[in-house]
């Protein structure tokens, strides 16, 4: 059994669907004002989290909204400069779009 004591992070502005990128180094998660953001963390000896970086947002425009909900998903490529985001657009036919920074 490990004797680490697990961590809780909090976002001031809240967010949701957290993923870690490859590397352990960086959490990412979706706030409530619908962006992207990325958190530089240390892990040991001590957690501790650095400034929250907007990576983009994700809630389209006016002629093209994207819904995006908790619990949708996204996927982080092992490189992590690519994101893969499960969600609905207006129109009724799928579309793929790879979002980078």
Do not use: K
């Amino acid at each position: 059994m490990s004797s680490r004591i697990p961590h809780r992070v909090r976002s001031r502005n809240r967010g949701f669907d957290p993923e870690w990128n490859s590397d352990g180094r960086e959490l990412l998660y979706i706030d409530t004002r619908g962006q992207f953001v990325s958190v530089e963390v240390q892990t040991g000896p001590a957690f501790r989290a650095g400034a929250r970086h907007v990576l983009f947002g994700i809630q389209g425009t006016e002629t093209e909204p994207l819904d995006y909900r908790p619990g949708f998903g996204y996927s982080v490529a092992p490189d992590g400069r690519r994101f893969l985001f499960n969600m609905r657009t207006a129109e009724a036919e799928n579309e793929l779009t790879v979002l980078g920074r």
